[in-house]
C-alpha cells in the first residue's frame, strides 16, 4: 500500500529535472564551477595578503627586537689629581681615565703607542665621559676619589653582545677586532657588562652615536604636530560638512566645490609639502622644521578626509529626526547642532581619529618643509625645531652606521603600535556610541 502511494505521488509530482536539455545542464555546470573558481581566487588573494603581511611583519620584528635590549657597563674610575684640575676640570681627558680603568679591569697593559688605549675606548659610549665631567663640575671634591660610572656599551660592541656580529666573519670586514671581542668576553664573565631592557631608547633623542639614540624627541614632535594638526582640521572640517550638507544651497556652485573636496583627498602629500613650503615657511614666515609647519601641512591634508567622513555621518542620521525636531518648532540650526549632529558624532569621531592616524604616518610632505634636520634636544613648544617618528625612520635608515638599521625596526614598531592604538580609539568610539535605526 505504502509503495503504490509513493508511486503515485511520484507520478503526480513534476519531475525537477525533467525539460532540462544538455545545453542548460551544461551552463548550470559551467555557473557551478564559476562560482567555486571565484571564492578560490577570494580565498587566495586574503592568503596572500595576509602572507605578505605577517613576512612584512615579521622582518621588522626580528630585525628591530634586538634595539630593545642594551648593554651597559660598570666600571671604578680614579680621578687623578694629577690629570684633573679642580678649577678647571674641561681640560683633561675622561675618555682616557675611562679606558684606562677598563685595561686595568681586565689585566691588559697600556702599551707605549697607546693602541690598546684607543682600542678600549671603541668599546665605551663617550657617554660616560661627559657623565663623569658632569659631576665633577658639579661637585670639584669628587677629584681624588673613585667613582663607579656606568654607562652604554659602544655600538658595535653590543652588536657582538647580540650575536650579530660574529667572529666567524673576518676581522677586516668587521669594525671590531678579535682582542676587543676577547676583551668583551673577559668584561662579560667578569659581570662589569649586563645586558638589560633599553630604557634609553624611550628616554632619550636622537644622537649621532647609535647606542645613545632614542625616539622621545620624536615622539613629542609628533604628538605636538598631531595637536596642531587636530586643533585646525577638525573643527573647520566638521563645521564645513555641516554647511555643505545642512545650510548650503544645492546648485553647480556646492557641486562644483564638493567634487573640488574629493580631489583634494587623492592629491599626493608631496604637493601639499610643496604649498606648505612655499605657503607657510617662504610667504608667512613659519619656523622651518616645526611641529607648527608640519601641523598647518598635515591639517591642509587632512582638512578634506574629515570633511567627507562628517558628511557622509551626517547623511546616515535618518530625516526622521530633523522631520521631528522641525515639527515641534526647533529652528535650523537647532535641529542640527541639538539633534543630528550629536547623532553623527560615532562617524564624526572615526573619520577623524583615521585622518589624524594617516597623518602620522606622513613622511613625504614634512621632509619638504624640513623636518629632516638632526634634533638631539626635545621640542619645547610648536615652534621649537623637532622630528617625528616617521622622518626619524627616514634618518635613521639612511645613517652609515650598522647599528642604526635595528633602531629604524624597532622605531617602526612603535609607530605601528601607536597607529594601532589610534585606529583602536576609533572602532571603541564608534561602538560606544553607535545607534542603530
Do not use: C
Not at 594638526?229 to 555641516?242: N, R, S
Amino acid at each position: 500500500m505504502t509503495d503504490a502511494l509513493l508511486t503515485a505521488d511520484a507520478a503526480g509530482a513534476p519531475d525537477p529535472r525533467r525539460g532540462r536539455t544538455a545545453d542548460f545542464e551544461a551552463r548550470v555546470k559551467k555557473r557551478n564551477a564559476a562560482e567555486k573558481r571565484f571564492r578560490f581566487y577570494g580565498r587566495l588573494a586574503i592568503f596572500v595578503a595576509l602572507a605578505f603581511l605577517v613576512t612584512l611583519l615579521g622582518r621588522i620584528v626580528s630585525q628591530g627586537y634586538h634595539a630593545f635590549t642594551a648593554y651597559e657597563v660598570s666600571l671604578p674610575v680614579y680621578i687623578d689629581p694629577l690629570r684633573v684640575d679642580r678649577a678647571n676640570p674641561m681640560g683633561a681627558n675622561y675618555d682616557a681615565l675611562i679606558a684606562e680603568a677598563l685595561l686595568a679591569k681586565i689585566g691588559a697593559p697600556n702599551d707605549e703607542l697607546g693602541e690598546n688605549l684607543l682600542a678600549a675606548q671603541e668599546l665605551v659610549s663617550t657617554d660616560l665621559g661627559f657623565n663623569l665631567l658632569d659631576q665633577i663640575r658639579k661637585d670639584p671634591n669628587l677629584v681624588g676619589k673613585t667613582l663607579t660610572l656606568k654607562g652604554p656599551v659602544k655600538a658595535d660592541a653590543q652588536l657582538y653582545l647580540k650575536h650579530e656580529i660574529k667572529r666567524e666573519t673576518a676581522e677586516g670586514d668587521r669594525k671590531i677586532s678579535d682582542q676587543q671581542m676577547d676583551w668583551i668576553d673577559k668584561l662579560e664573565k667578569a659581570g662589569v657588562i649586563t645586558g638589560g631592557f633599553n630604557t634609553r631608547f624611550f628616554t632619550a633623542s636622537d644622537s649621532t652615536e647609535p647606542e645613545q639614540a632614542g625616539v622621545l624627541g620624536a615622539i613629542v614632535g609628533s604628538a605636538l604636530m598631531l595637536f596642531v594638526t587636530a586643533l585646525l582640521a577638525v573643527p573647520t572640517g566638521v563645521l564645513a560638512a555641516v554647511y555643505l550638507e545642512e545650510f548650503a544651497p544645492k546648485n553647480r556652485w556646492t557641486d562644483l566645490i564638493e567634487v573640488n573636496i574629493n580631489n583634494l583627498a587623492a592629491v599626493p602629500s608631496i604637493v601639499y609639502g610643496l604649498l606648505g613650503l612655499a605657503l607657510f615657511i617662504n610667504w608667512m614666515g613659519v619656523p622651518r622644521s616645526s611641529p607648527l609647519v608640519g601641523g598647518l601641512v598635515l591639517a591642509l591634508m587632512a582638512l578634506p578626509t574629515v570633511i567627507i567622513a562628517t558628511r557622509s555621518a551626517l547623511k546616515a542620521v535618518p530625516p526622521s529626526i530633523r522631520e521631528a525636531a522641525l515639527g515641534v518648532g526647533a529652528s535650523r540650526t537647532q535641529t542640527v547642532f541639538h539633534h543630528v549632529l550629536p547623532l553623527a558624532v560615532p562617524g564624526v569621531m572615526t573619520g577623524v581619529i583615521l585622518s589624524l592616524a594617516h597623518a602620522l604616518g606622513e613622511t613625504a610632505p614634512l621632509l619638504m618643509v624640513g623636518m629632516v634636520s638632526f634634533n638631539p634636544g626635545i621640542p619645547e613648544s610648536v615652534t621649537s625645531a623637532a622630528t617625528v617618528l616617521p622622518v626619524q625612520v627616514f634618518i635613521w635608515e639612511t645613517a652609515s652606521e650598522r647599528a642604526f638599521h635595528e633602531k629604524t625596526a624597532a622605531a617602526i614598531m612603535v609607530l605601528i603600535g601607536f597607529m594601532i592604538l589610534m585606529n583602536l580609539l576609533a572602532v571603541i568610539v564608534r561602538r560606544k556610541f553607535e545607534r542603530r535605526w
